[in-house]
């Protein structure tokens, strides 16, 4: 074979190899932000058109391309139009409201703390306006696409859930037994692990909207993946610490949005200068190293000294985690998703060698650092993201006590029986041919991953 390319080649005069060009690149990158850019090889490289086939039509091709696409977006549309046509109408029959057994579809419960046992396996409705009231940070991902799947802001009710509420409310009102009457061991730091898509990130949001209604202040980060992602990081000489400015700031925010009106009413008790660092793509400020917070200050305006001053983000975050800790007035919970980020290495590297950079590990950032730890008393939840594709990670987590795992399960077939009835009164599969033995299929097929489950009910037949 080899005889035969070198005879053919020496035979076709024409054959002349062009030379590869290697482009250098620059060994030491940029450290100060993780935006991305095209690079100056991709730019220079004007060649590359020409390895690519020609189009014999360009400008025809692109229009039959828009045409399908706006043709495809527009039969998606007319669909779900009519098929919220036809929920609207079902709304007046009260009898597509039955579930699994006759029992009813949704429950009349119209409050989190109100749920029981005998409610499991049954749809809590939220309000849309509602939702956005009590958690403005952002709702799961999971909650949103089954929001949009199903056409109704709806979740099922699930005992582990339940468990879950119970187990922080019986440490504000310790008397109180669990909703199954059973006396459980209660856990004020707790990690929600188990497989994908078997509700964490969901479980989690209904537990902030809960504890919200109790009237608690709740810390919610919803993606703890960007607390270890993108804007800019500087490295504190101070500390030793990566500072996250753009983070912070966000984080800041988030957490005013709800929590207004409670963090006016707590005085701050750490009256130490908050110390600067760098700006967001603006560096060291001269002259001036830290920002007083005067006696007279409540928890609001130790916030807003983050808010209005970049260079104090950091600083006031990393301070509001102490002040946290020591508020007693009311009950005070710790809620992170996307936890398992905080274990692993960051985006952020920092250049080693002229020719190699050092992957930033989470713990080295300092908002991570302030707020990773579970070895303290405060009450603290933090659920495992496997779409974040972390990986697997050991089972004794460091600052993590070793009993705080809790693996919540995927669908159990009662669940599973519920929601697929439910989706059947959401029209998501053709109700003709809905059957016990056609969703039992379904769900020993996706062995009850709820995601998988949406996806292959409409394909039911």
């Known amino acids: 074979m080899l005889r035969f390319l070198v005879r053919s080649s020496l035979k076709n005069p024409k054959w002349n190899p062009k030379p590869i060009i290697v482009i250098p690149q620059s060994p030491l990158h940029s450290h100060f932000s993780t935006k991305s ?6 730019k ?17 091709s692109g229009l039959d391309d828009s045409k399908n696409a706006v ?8 669909e779900r139009v009519l098929r919220a046509r036809l929920l609207a109408q079902d709304e007046k029959n009260p009898s597509l409201n039955a579930g699994p057994n006759g029992r009813p579809l949704f429950t009349d419960i119209s409050s989190l703390s109100q749920l029981s046992r005998k409610d499991t396996c049954s749809y809590f409705k939220f309000g849309e306006k509602e939702l ?3 958690l403005p940070e952002g709702l799961p991902t999971g909650m949103v696409k089954e929001f949009e799947e199903s056409m109704r802001s709806a979740l099922l009710v699930r005992q582990s859930f339940l468990d879950l509420r119970d187990n922080f409310r019986r440490i504000v009102d310790p008397p109180l037994l669990s909703s199954d009457g059973k006396g459980l061991k209660v856990r004020k730091q707790i990690v929600l692990d188990g497989p994908v898509n078997c509700g964490k990130s969901i479980m989690l949001a209904m537990l902030v909207h809960w504890a919200r209604e109790e009237g608690w202040l709740v810390f919610y980060v919803p993606r703890g993946r960007e607390w270890t992602h993108g804007g800019y990081f500087y490295k504190n000489p101070i500390t030793g610490l990566w500072d996250t400015p753009i983070q912070a700031e966000n984080a800041l925010k988030d957490f005013v949005k709800y929590n207004e009106s409670l963090l006016k009413q707590l005085p701050c008790h750490i009256f130490d200068p908050v110390p600067l660092g760098e700006g967001a793509g603006i560096g060291l400020l001269k002259g001036v190293d830290s920002v007083s917070v005067p006696e007279s200050s409540t928890l609001y305006d130790l916030v807003q000294i983050g808010i209005e001053q970049t260079h104090a983000a950091v600083g006031v975050v990393v301070r509001l985690r102490k002040e946290l800790s020591l508020v007693k007035d009311i009950p005070v919970l710790f809620a992170i998703d996307q936890y398992n980020n905080w274990f692993t290495f960051s985006e952020y590297e920092e250049p080693a060698t002229m ?7 989470a713990r080295e950032l300092a908002m991570v650092n302030a707020f990773r730890s579970m070895m303290h008393n405060s009450m603290m939840v933090g659920a495992f993201s496997h779409s974040t594709a972390v990986g697997k990670l050991r089972k004794d987590l460091p600052d993590v006590p070793l009993d705080a795992r809790v693996d919540l399960p995927r669908y159990s077939l009662d669940e ?3 929601v ?12 003709e041919a809905f059957s016990e033995e056609s969703w039992k299929k379904i769900y020993y097929l996706s062995n009850g991953n709820g995601a998988e489950m949406r996806v292959l009910l409409p394909l039911m037949q």
């Open 71 to 78: 043709s495809d977006t527009k039969e998606t549309t007319d």
């Open 132 to 134: 956005n009231q009590m």
């Open 420 to 431: 697929c009835h439910y989706y059947h009164r959401q029209r998501l599969l053709p109700r």
């Open 37 to 42: 850019g095209k690079s100056s090889a991709s």
């Open 355 to 361: 020719r190699s950079c050092r992957p930033v590990h």
């Open 416 to 418: 599973a029986a519920a």
């Open 44 to 60: 220079g490289n004007k060649n590359k058109a020409d390895v690519q086939k020609p189009n014999k039509n360009p400008k025809r």
